[in-house]
């Protein structure tokens, strides 16, 4: 597989990351290029931050005062991407995920917080790469379909008792 380059960064103050979470990021980035077999070294920016800073995010890109789960924002467009002058590696885009929600949508959800914040990242990194659910229909169904194929493969399932990701 090519080089995967995930800059992660944390600038949410107010919870600790859970063990391991970094590394998470990374897999499932990597297994989503894996899965859908781009071709290119990639780089993406994954941003972790809280309610607060996800909802002015949210009003300011997308006019929606509100605070969200996960948001993406892709840089190529039908496949093409622009290269990252210092590395050479194909610039896919920036996620940016809200701890805080993750925290509150894991417990709802009754799965592990790494569960739910590999599931955003994930669905994050299917935008990047193109897919969109917003019309619903088949669009949408097959973007669940593949996040759930690279969760599967990454171990990071539904039910928090056969949860066989830990670091």
Do not use: W
């Not at 917080?113 to 669009?139: C, K, P, W």
């Amino acid at each position: 597989m090519n080089k995967t380059k995930v800059i992660i960064t944390d600038k949410q103050s107010n919870l600790k990351l859970p063990s391991g979470l970094r590394l998470l990021i990374r897999r499932a980035c990597n297994a989503v290029l894996v899965t859908e077999e781009f071709g290119d070294a990639a780089e993406v920016n994954v941003t972790l931050v809280d309610d607060e800073q996800i909802k002015f995010l949210n009003t300011q890109h997308r006019n929606i005062e509100a605070a969200t789960d996960v948001l993406s924002f892709p840089l190529g467009e039908d496949g093409i991407y622009d290269t990252n002058p210092e590395n050479g590696l194909k610039m896919l885009g920036d996620i940016v995920i809200s701890v805080e929600r993750a925290v509150k949508q894991a417990e709802s959800y009754g799965h592990s917080v790494q569960r739910e914040i590999a599931f955003l990242t994930v669905h994050s990194m299917l935008h990047l790469l193109g897919y969109d659910h917003v019309n619903g229909g088949i669009e949408q169904m097959r973007m669940r379909e593949k996040e759930e194929l690279v969760l599967t493969r990454l171990g990071v399932l539904r039910d928090t008792e056969d949860n066989t990701y830990d670091e």
